[in-house]
């Protein structure tokens, strides 16, 4: 790739960055330098101080230590209004939005001007120009509570183009593009880089770093691993290696699928979004024991609908439901429960663990009602954290205890406590939302091994994904969704990947484009 980097002029020095929190030290004096006209990739795996280190650049934390220095002069960030002042804009990975106020009120959120009258629909045409101009589809009236969380992260994009930041932190930007979308984020962040703009582009997906970054800084707990080492002189392998230390598989071998009979399935499903608009329109799917059988599509074309759907989290407004042929259409989550349906949600803050709550009681959410956990109103915490100390251990699970609150934890650790609580069970029907969202690579290997072992022990798995590259990699079978259709329906060994954007984006192309059942 041919650099657009101008080495002349640092935009950001991070000198001797040090930043502790209780039982923490995240940023071990760590040294950042990143140039005008450039993408830079910040690289390491969850907990490694990648967020950390970004949240003092753009002024929510103050380091203990060390200086920054912007454009050669020296600064001290109190608050990201500070920061925004100097160019210096962030996307973060868990949004800061206010879920009540509409997309076009969270952009002028904390702004300056105007400061009496606000011209709602003129703000609504910025933001409404913006989103086709950078292909970040949203709607500027929609309120936040709306929206799913892909289309959430655009609007945080959109916020900061809005104050025209000219030193661009994107955490995960490419989470909820199809292929073609992501090329065009790319040609953009290659345009602004040309033109004077400095990205910091956070990423786990290491094909992508490699394509669109000048030059890569890597952090491991909380150190600098490896500082601006050029793109062009590192493969995807020594990166992770650096990452995680230690060699990572990136494409799990997996054995050929069993399917046996149908597990679940929907038929004709019909269900409203938040707005009361139709967001499933007649999808019909099987899933089989014995397979993987993966959703493909652009965020808010009705994925989120469909799992909360079928797992009694949203009204059903047509169709049918059936767990092992047994109808549970609109049925209480327990009842899911009790048939054996796993559920992994796409917000594993919000919705896949309650924050507050210890690791301990998060991983008994599922099984707390029955022995030997639930014992009538009472709850037998022996027997609970004998639990948790055993999945804590099966699964990996990285905590200081298991009395630590889950909103400690890393995102992938996160991740896993929810695996844990899910797949201890021995479902028989696992719905997976982004199971590696936000995760490294490290994580993503450890959540693609469980999924492919509850596949090879006979469950039926709904992987829905806007990943696909892990659909891919893990599926047996790939439906393509769109506004609440099936598109089609192919053997993993047959896809294109070409097609398949095509398809996430809406045109009906291939073999497959006839609509169907899968």
């Avoid at 990975?93 to 300056?112: C, K, R, T, W, Y």
């Avoid at 101009?133 to 609007?155: A, C, F, H, M, T």
């Avoid at 290659?190 to 890569?216: N, P, Q, W």
């Avoid at 639930?374 to 027997?383: D, F, L, P, S």
């Amino acid at each position: 790739m041919e650099s657009s980097a101008k080495v002349d002029v640092p935009a950001v020095d991070m000198r001797g960055i040090v930043k502790r929190f209780p039982g923490v030290l995240a940023n071990d004096h760590v040294d950042l330098t990143v140039y005008e006209g450039e993408v830079h990739a910040l690289l390491g795996e969850n907990g490694a101080g990648k967020s950390t280190l970004m949240n003092i650049l753009s002024g929510l934390y103050q380091p203990d230590e060390g200086e920054i220095r912007v454009r050669g002069e020296r600064v001290s960030f109190g608050s990201p209004k500070d920061a925004i002042r100097q160019g210096i804009g962030m996307i973060h990975q868990h949004f800061m939005l206010v879920p009540s106020f509409s997309v076009a009120e969270n952009i002028m959120l904390g702004m300056d001007e105007p400061r009496f009258l606000l011209d709602p629909q003129k703000i609504e045409g910025t933001v409404r120009e913006l989103s086709e101009r950078y292909n970040l589809d949203v709607d500027p009236s929609s309120k936040i509570w709306q929206l799913s969380v892909g289309e959430q992260q655009r609007v945080e994009v959109l916020k900061m183009l809005y104050r025209g930041a000219t030193i661009l932190i994107m955490d995960e930007p490419t989470a909820v593009l199809t292929p073609q979308e992501v090329e065009d984020l790319f040609q953009t962040l290659r345009g602004m880089a040309k033109s004077g703009h400095t990205i910091i582009f956070i990423s786990h997906k290491l094909d992508e770093v490699l394509a669109i970054a000048d030059r890569i800084t890597v952090l491991r707990r909380g150190r600098l691993e490896a500082a601006g080492v050029e793109a062009s002189s590192v493969t995807k392998k020594e990166l992770a290696h650096l990452m995680v230390g230690r060699e990572v598989l990136f494409r799990i071998e997996k054995k050929p699928a069993k399917a046996g009979e149908v597990v679940m399935e929907v038929e004709d499903l019909q269900a409203e979004d938040d707005k009361g608009l139709p967001a499933l329109k007649g999808v019909s799917l099987q899933v089989r024991s014995g397979e993987i059988l993966g959703l493909a599509g652009v965020a808010g074309n009705g994925q989120r609908e469909l799992a909360q759907a079928i797992c009694g989290l949203r009204p059903v407004m047509g169709g049918v439901v059936r767990v092992h042929g047994k109808e549970v259409t609109n049925a209480a989550p327990v009842v899911l429960i009790k048939e054996g349906v796993a559920y992994i949600p796409e917000d594993r803050h919000g919705v896949g663990s309650v924050p507050n709550l210890s690791v301990a009681e998060n991983l008994a959410l599922r099984n707390y009602r029955w022995p030997p956990i639930g014992n009538g109103w009472r709850i037998n915490r022996v027997a609970l954290r004998k639990q948790a100390v055993e999945l804590v251990q099966t699964f990996d699970i990285v905590t200081p205890s298991i009395d630590t609150p889950s909103r400690l934890l890393s995102g992938g650790n996160l991740q896993k406590m929810i695996l844990a609580r899910e797949l201890s069970g021995d479902p028989r029907v696992v719905i997976a939302v982004h199971p590696t969202r936000g995760l490294d690579v490290g994580a993503t290997e450890a959540v693609h091994r469980l999924l492919l072992q509850e596949r090879d022990q006979g469950a039926g798995v709904l992987l829905i994904s806007e990943d696909l590259d892990e659909i891919l990699s893990l599926a047996d079978r790939i439906a393509v969704i769109y506004e609440g259709q099936i598109m089609s329906v192919v053997d993993a060994e047959d896809a294109d990947i070409e097609e398949l954007g095509l398809q996430m984006a809406g045109t009906r192309v291939g073999a497959g484009a006839e609509k169907g059942e899968a």
